[in-house]
């Protein structure tokens, strides 16, 4: 029996980059379980679907992502939260 991909949660309020991430995470054996556009709606998307990571933007309309790994909800099993950045050119 094969291991179950890891699940993620993906959020990002960029509606070009996020269907991108997505996609990529996706053909890396992830499976793509939840995506949020704001760090409210990624939280309440984690206590939905209890995933085992939560990729976060850190610049979002309604805060950092690092704002909203600090507000997430603790489950008995917390998932880990990381927050990325980007530059443009």
């Keep these: ?11 990002d309020d960029d509606m070009l980059s996020r269907p991108l991430l997505s996609e990529l995470l996706v053909s890396m054996g992830y499976a793509v379980v939840g995506e949020a ?10 206590a939905e679907v ?17 704002d909203g790994a ?5 489950p008995a099993r917390r998932p880990p939260w990381s927050s990325s950045v980007a530059t443009r050119p």
């Design 37 to 46: 556009g704001t760090g409210r709606e990624a939280i309440a998307v984690a």
């Design 70 to 74: 600090k507000q997430s909800p603790r």
């Design 1 to 11: 029996m094969a291991d179950s991909p890891i699940r993620v949660v993906l959020a």
């Design 50 to 66: 209890v995933p085992d990571v939560v990729l976060l933007d850190v610049h979002m309309p309604d805060g950092s992502g690092i």
